[in-house]
T-cell receptor, first 117, second 108 residues
Framework: GAVVSQHPSRVICKSGTSVKIECRSL??????MFWYRQFPKQSLMLMAT?????????EQGVEKDKFLINHASLTLSTLTVTSAHPEDSSFYIC?????????????FGNGTRLTVT | QQPVQSPQAVILREGEDAVINCSSS?????VHWYRQKHGEAPVFLMI?????EQKGHDKISASFNEKKQQSSLYLTASQLSYSGTYFC?????????FGGGTRLMVKP
């Protein structure tokens, strides 16, 4: 089955620093990856859609200059949280669909728990 | 717009049944169901593609009423391992929008 790997699983950083999260599709090529954010006891909220070779599409209310997304290859998308603040502390999860499979499910990475101190 | 799930939480005894509902204001191509354990990523349960389609997996099944834009997840003879938060994902295009989640706790 399709596997998505996310790294790191946990990160603690100081306020004002930047953090990069990697999302890899291990056994398939993903032209599109999705980044979600989940606050405690809340739902998964789509932040942005990462498109290989082009700019990401951000959801309303998500600052593109703060959450930088790069999808430079068919197997790797990165999310960089720039100038992190405590309110950015959250669970970030990436996901991808197997290509050319109609109505395939989303396969999620294991998530990254970010704590900004 | 986020689909609406009900109930928000449910507590069951092992062996009891539960139904989780998901309702969307948008026309849907499909509905996906996921279960998430605390601190982990969501795990795919099933996808429903056609109106009225029902799918089953072990003692967990689901239905999709395309006209009403509603889906229901049925858990029968619940097991302790069923505990977690269930999310429906509404597919109205290329992306999934998740409902608010239903927290299910199964007690011995």
């Amino acid at each position: 089955g399709a596997v998505v790997s996310q790294h790191p699983s946990r990160v603690i950083c100081k306020s004002g620093t930047s953090v990069k999260i990697e999302c890899r599709s291990l056994d398939f090529q993903a032209t599109t990856m999705f980044w979600y954010r989940q606050f405690p006891k809340q739902s998964l909220m789509l932040m942005a859609t990462s498109n290989e070779g082009s700019k990401a599409t951000y959801e309303q209310g998500v600052e593109k200059d703060k959450f930088l997304i790069n999808h430079a290859s068919l197997t790797l998308s990165t999310l960089t949280v720039t100038s992190a603040h405590p309110e950015d502390s959250s669970f970030y999860i990436c996901s991808a669909r197997a290509p050319r499979v109609a109505n395939s499910p989303l396969h999620f990475g294991n998530g990254t728990r970010l704590t900004v101190t | 717009q986020q689909p609406v799930q009900s109930p928000q939480a449910v507590i069951l005894r092992e062996g009891e049944d539960a139904v989780i509902n998901c309702s969307s204001s948008k026309a849907l191509y499909s509905v996906h169901w996921y279960r998430q354990k605390h601190g982990e990523a969501p795990v795919f349960l099933m996808i429903l593609l056609k109106g009225g389609e029902q799918k089953g997996h072990d003692k967990i099944s689901a239905s999709f009423n395309e006209k009403k834009q509603q889906s229901s997840l049925y858990l029968t003879a619940s097991q302790l391992s069923y505990s977690g938060t269930y999310f429906c994902g509404a597919n109205a295009g290329n992306m999934l929008t998740f409902g608010g989640g239903t927290r299910l706790m199964v007690k011995p």
